[in-house]
């Protein structure tokens, strides 16, 4: 019988005074991070805090990505305080975060700033289901953590990487289901576009990993019928 995988280490395993602080600090590249976050009372964005996702994504970039997103064109989904972003950015990529509200946008710049160097990272906002104008692609890779979450959201969601996904991107997703339904329904919905890998949690993190939380990895069919290059 395969041993349960300890995933003590969650944030939504603590006390949300604990989670919600106003800074997170967390060790990428054997380098402490510090993130902004909104404040307990200051929470009226889901993201204006990090998410379980978002960590197992940025762990996840440290133990396979080394190398492989340098010099890159990486664009972040629904970045939140940019966690995963800025672990793409310290691996060497050319990162664009991205997010729809201001007050998250506002975090994202002063987070990106204190870590990227300012040639390497631009901050957008973008509500998915939009025409990309100011995204500057094409992507190499476009990443999102626990972006998969409100059924009336997905449809957009899957508008925009459709849109803004290439024949040579890839795609990486990490996601702790809200709803596995949702989950499920969304990856059915684009299936005959994406060829959808769920990869394998071996492959995560040893330590910043957990059952509930996949990775998964999408590339554009040969002849999907997409209207995108």
Do not use: C
């Not at 054997?30 to 009372?41: A, H, T």
């Not at 160097?117 to 190499?140: C, M, N, T």
């Amino acid at each position: 019988m395969a041993q349960k995988i300890d995933d003590s280490w969650r944030l939504n395993l603590i006390p949300s005074s604990k989670r919600l602080s106003p800074i997170f600090s967390f060790e990428i590249l054997n380098k402490n991070i510090e993130l902004q976050q909104g404040m307990v009372s200051d929470i009226d964005s889901i993201g204006k805090t990090v998410w379980d996702g978002g960590i197992v994504l940025s762990k996840y970039f440290e133990k396979k990505f080394v190398d492989i997103f340098k010099d890159k064109n990486v664009l972040e989904l629904g970045s939140g305080t940019g966690l995963a972003g800025i672990t793409a950015g310290l691996l060497g990529a050319k990162i664009t975060l991205t997010d729809y509200d201001d007050g998250v946008l506002d975090l994202l710049r002063i987070n990106s700033a204190k870590y990227l160097q300012p040639h390497q990272f631009r901050v957008i906002k973008y509500s998915w289901g939009e025409k990309a104008i100011d995204l500057q692609g094409p992507f190499d890779y476009i990443i999102g953590s626990d972006i998969i979450y409100y059924h009336n959201l997905a449809p957009l969601l899957q508008q925009s990487l459709i849109e803004l996904a290439t024949d040579n991107t890839e795609i990486i997703l990490a996601n702790d289901p809200f709803s596995v339904i949702i989950q499920n329904n969304f990856f059915t919905s684009i299936e005959h576009v994406f060829t959808i890998e769920k990869i394998e949690i071996e492959e995560h993190h040893e330590i910043y990993r957990s059952e509930d939380i996949s990775i998964f990895k999408l590339k554009k069919k040969i002849n999907s019928n997409s209207n995108s290059n």
